[in-house]
């Protein structure tokens, strides 16, 4: 008898044809194949609505089960329905990237583990493993459970959740100093975890074992269980109603008609190609630098090509493996591009290819780090996909109502922990705080974006019960408020973030341990489209020392930073603190991008969120150039004057005399939109940008950016929500960078990027 011991290298996951994949399961796993039903439109839609309906039971199963505050308060999990190779059918409407790879995780385990340990009727597995697919990093843990019928694979179930905590040198799992996976959380590829229906009491106590909440973690194994238990005999129940092939006919039709759907929409948008540059900060505890993710997306008639070659190579903990990279496309694609079809995701996976080197950020090859994968690297190409596709739709006018800039950026992690020592106890506690899900969605070409929205990616995110987080750890929040000014400023505004400051509770009495990590606080994430401002930087900060009673006795509660007192430590992107009986915790996460100009929006609007408090009256004057009297009605006559002093300071700044007379709006009819400025005139020997507003003559299409005015000025010049000083943070040179028409000075660009980022010469590139 010999056994295999197999190298680092099979512990990975890629897509394979069907044909492949069929090859490599073992011939002793018998396959339920779709027959030949016929399915009438009306049983077609029965039998796919419950499916759908089945995996939001999964969430209220899991949510009634789970004690974690990540379940039930912050809907951090997801689910989704598989037929018998992984391709999956129908997922939830939560975490979108926890879903984004378990279709991975399962053809793993069909070629892996058919044989020995076996699939069979009763059984689930339990995966972490970044590289197979289960989970975006170790904290992400799956239960993958296949389905029988008479004998045969008929399909599978998956449940997934965030769990705050499977060990590692640090609380939460998140080691900002960890030099590679074996400074982390195991990555765990499938075991059996429950064996023909019994739950394996030997697995389950390995694996609450390495967690310093093993009653959270164990509750949370059970309840995934239970959701899968309760998915796979809803669908037997559906089987026995409708019959195998029935409901196996329905699967597969849900994929093609997905598939055949957003084929015919990419078949309407024009081809072309649009890149785009983003950058992650400090790799690590102690780095400083920024770190380059680079985006091509090609679209060709009814397909998709996301080539990432030239992105940096892997280093600290800013990693993903191939699986996380595949997950940032598919959660940014699924509301974005597919926002009006049904998410049976394997058929809208067909419909794009990935291009990408080994070795880096976003395909990162064992052991390298990968804790900080999903909200790192994976949501940082995630962002640069949805700024190639806005690009894309904007330049189709039956499409610019689906445009949207970038929504809050990514997330702002600091995990809290300590001893909670409230009424003479001395508990153990850890918590992410998870006030940062209220992010602010990016605007649109016809709206603004939604205040304190939540998450693009987590359709169902939940900002906690302030109380409930008070009630379950020691704190106490001095407040929890929507920020004045975070959305990026545009001729459309983004939508608003918001701020948290936390104090520890009076009868608390040691210090609690802070990690944090966030990127976005020297190079903005959550960027602007069509010369729109982007959002807020993210700002964590401790301040020490605060002058002002906590709870017992206060007269008043600080309204601000301001009114604190004490000194302020401005945390890092990736690092350590603590939070002692004197301090307070303050973090501020990202809004959304704003869309076009700002010195194109409304006056009336600028008045209005000035007087709602989301814009103040400064950035309302020195940003829009909107000057409000002391009734706080619009000046108009000062307004316009100031707007021209803007332009005319854009001008000086760029080199050029000042602004140039009105060509002339050329007739929107009769050219081809790039976007809310920009224009392509088309002539048998080549088209021409011009500018929509004036009519200024840019140059050809391709080079046209040579033709636009350009600056670079100090990172605040966007606003008072931008940063200061980069310097804080990382080495490299940061700026504000515009690009303008050189005939009206309307802004077409403007991104807080390092001074040596490239200009989008080919981000605006379309055939007609």
């Known amino acids: 008898?010999?056994?295999?011991?197999?190298?680092?290298?099979?512990?990975?996951?890629?897509?394979?044809?069907?044909?492949?994949?069929?090859?490599?399961?073992?011939?002793?796993?018998?396959?339920?194949?779709?027959?030949?039903?016929?399915?009438?439109?009306?049983?077609?839609?029965?039998?796919?609505?419950?499916?759908?309906?089945?995996?939001?039971?999964?969430?209220?199963?899991?949510?009634?089960?789970?004690?974690?505050?990540?379940?039930?308060?912050?809907?951090?999990?997801?689910?989704?329905?598989?037929?018998?190779?992984?391709?999956?059918v129908q997922v939830g409407t939560y975490n979108i990237g926890l879903i984004g790879s378990m279709d991975l995780a399962i053809t793993w385990t069909l070629r892996n583990r058919g044989d020995n340990p076996g699939i069979a009727e009763g059984d689930m597995f339990l995966c972490n493993d970044p590289w197979i697919g289960g989970g975006l990093h170790q904290n992400d843990a799956a239960i993958l459970a296949p389905v029988f019928h008479d004998g045969t694979l008929f399909g599978w179930t998956t449940a997934i959740a965030h769990q705050v905590d499977l060990g590692g040198p640090r609380p939460g799992s998140f080691s900002p100093s960890a030099q590679d996976v074996f400074g982390e959380a195991v990555p765990t590829p499938p075991l059996k975890v429950v064996r023909g229906g019994v739950l394996q009491r030997d697995v389950a106590d390995a694996w609450v074992r390495r967690s310093r909440l093993p009653h959270l973690v164990g509750l949370d194994l059970r309840a995934k269980?239970?959701?899968?238990?309760?998915?796979?005999?809803?669908?037997?129940?559906?089987?026995?109603?409708?019959?195998?092939?029935?409901?196996?006919?329905?699967?597969?039709?849900?994929?093609?008609?997905?598939?055949?759907?957003?084929?015919?929409?990419?078949?309407?948008?024009?081809?072309?190609?649009?890149?785009?540059?983003?950058?992650?900060?400090?790799?690590?505890?102690?780095?400083?630098?920024?770190?380059?993710?680079?985006?091509?997306?090609?679209?060709?008639?009814?397909?998709?090509?996301?080539?990432?070659?030239?992105?940096?190579?892997?280093?600290?903990?800013?990693?993903?493996?191939?699986?996380?990279?595949?997950?940032?496309?598919?959660?940014t694609m699924l509301p974005l591009l597919a926002g009006d079809i049904p998410w049976a995701a394997g058929g809208l996976m067909r419909c794009f290819e990935i291009v990408t080197d080994e070795d880096t950020i976003t395909n990162a090859s064992f052991p390298a780090a990968v804790g900080k994968g999903p909200f790192g690297p994976a949501w940082g190409a995630g962002n640069l996909v949805a700024e190639v596709l806005a690009r894309m739709l904007d330049a189709d006018p039956d499409h610019r109502t689906d445009v949207q800039s970038i929504c809050n950026g990514t997330t702002d992690l600091c995990v809290v922990s300590g001893v909670d020592t409230r009424g003479g106890g001395s508990k153990g506690f850890v918590s992410p705080v998870f006030d940062v899900m209220a992010g602010g969605y990016g605007a649109q070409v016809y709206h603004d974006g939604v205040d304190t929205g939540g998450r693009l990616i987590i359709p169902s995110a939940r900002a906690p019960d302030v109380e409930m987080t008070e009630y379950l750890y020691p704190l106490v929040a001095l407040w929890r408020r929507e920020q004045t000014d975070s959305g990026g400023p545009g001729r459309q505004r983004g939508g608003m973030s918001g701020s948290v400051c936390y104090v520890q509770h009076p009868d608390q009495n040691e210090a609690m341990s802070l990690i944090v990590s966030g990127t976005g606080k020297a190079a903005n994430q959550n960027v602007g489209l069509a010369g729109g401002y982007p959002g807020n930087s993210q700002l964590d900060l401790v301040v020490r020392g605060i002058a002002v009673p906590q709870l017992a006795g206060a007269a008043a509660i600080p309204a601000d930073l301001d009114e604190l007192g004490g000194e302020i430590e401005v945390l890092p992107c990736e690092g350590e603190s603590d939070l002692g009986p004197g301090d307070a915790l303050y973090l501020h996460w990202q809004a959304g991008g704003g869309y076009g100009d700002p010195l194109l929006r409304s006056p009336e609007s600028v008045r209005e969120d000035v007087s709602q408090v989301r814009v103040s009256a400064a950035a309302a004057r020195d940003v829009y150039g909107?000057?409000?009297?002391?009734?706080?009605?619009?000046?108009?006559?000062?307004?316009?004057?100031?707007r021209e002093e803007l332009r005319r300071k854009r001008a000086a700044d760029a080199g050029l005399p000042g602004p140039r007379q009105a060509a002339g709006a050329p007739d929107l009819a009769e050219v081809r939109r790039l976007d809310d400025n920009l224009a392509v005139l088309?002539?048998?020997?080549?088209?021409?940008?011009?500018?929509?507003?004036?009519?200024?003559?840019?140059?050809?299409?391709?080079?046209?950016?040579?033709?636009?005015?350009?600056?670079?000025?100090?990172?605040?010049?966007?606003?008072?929500?931008i940063w200061h000083d980069p310097l804080e943070y990382v080495d490299a040179e940061v700026v504000f960078r515009q690009l303008f028409c050189p005939g009206c000075l309307t802004a077409v660009h403007s991104r807080v990027v390092p001074v040596d980022h490239p200009l989008p010469s080919d981000d605006y590139r379309a055939r007609p």
């Open 1 to 88: 008898m010999t056994s295999r011991i197999p190298g680092s290298d099979e512990f990975t996951s890629r897509p394979m044809s069907r044909e492949e994949l069929l090859r490599r399961i073992s011939p002793s796993l018998l396959l339920h194949q779709a027959g030949d039903a016929e399915v009438d439109a009306l049983t077609y839609e029965v039998v796919r609505h419950r499916l759908w309906a089945i995996t939001q039971e999964m969430g209220e199963t899991l949510r009634r089960m789970s004690g974690s505050h990540v379940v039930t308060e912050s809907n951090d999990f997801n689910f989704s329905i598989c037929d018998e190779l992984g391709e999956q």
């Open 682 to 721: 088309e002539a048998p020997e080549g088209g021409t940008v011009v500018c929509v507003h004036c009519g200024t003559v840019i140059g050809p299409l391709d080079g046209f950016v040579a033709g636009l005015a350009r600056r670079d000025s100090a990172p605040a010049e966007a606003g008072p929500h």
């Open 225 to 331: 269980i239970a959701a899968n238990k309760n998915a796979g005999e809803q669908i037997l129940r559906l089987i026995a109603k409708y019959g195998a092939d029935t409901v196996k006919v329905v699967m597969r039709r849900m994929m093609d008609d997905a598939e055949r759907r957003l084929r015919a929409k990419l078949g309407t948008l024009p081809d072309g190609t649009w890149t785009a540059v983003g950058y992650q900060e400090q790799s690590r505890t102690g780095d400083r630098g920024l770190h380059a993710i680079r985006v091509a997306m090609t679209k060709e008639a009814d397909r998709l090509v996301f080539d990432f070659r030239g992105t940096a190579g892997q280093t600290g903990i800013i990693n993903c493996p191939y699986p996380g990279l595949r997950a940032g496309i598919v959660f």
């Open 626 to 642: 909107v000057v409000l009297r002391e009734d706080g009605d619009v000046d108009v006559a000062a307004t316009g004057e100031m």
